[in-house]
Nanobody, 119 residues
């Protein structure tokens, strides 16, 4: 079982920055992908960014050039550096992890952290 604990959310003015952290614990497979999703009220959850265990990142078009996802394997932690924040970035941000072992894939979610961007 993998547990994900998120931190770093808060209130920030437009143009500001926040850094989210997600620490994984428990049974962790060597082949995995971690990412951040977000969900605003009345909206579907959407992928923001993800990064593989080898360090290859992918971003949603809406955050390219503004957000940076990184991971520290020594701490089993993934980060999301969010710069030039916009009010449209306001949402609950969820950490996600997929672990691969042979034909098995396990998916885990964090509890979410609120990000609010004021204009």
């Amino acid at each position: 079982q993998v547990q994900l604990v998120e931190s770093g959310g808060g209130l920030v003015q437009a143009g500001g920055s926040l850094r989210l952290s997600c620490k994984a614990s428990g049974s962790i497979f060597s082949i995995n992908a971690m990412g951040w999703y977000r969900q605003a009220p009345g909206k579907q959850r959407e992928l923001v960014a993800r990064i593989t265990s080898s360090g290859s990142p992918n971003y949603a078009d809406s955050v390219k050039g503004r957000f940076l996802i990184t991971r520290d394997n020594t701490k089993n932690t993934v980060y999301l550096q969010m710069n030039s924040l916009k009010p449209e970035d306001t949402a609950v941000y969820y950490c996600n992890r997929k672990d691969y072992s042979g034909s098995y894939v396990l998916e885990h979610w964090g509890q979410g952290t609120q990000v609010t961007v004021s204009s």
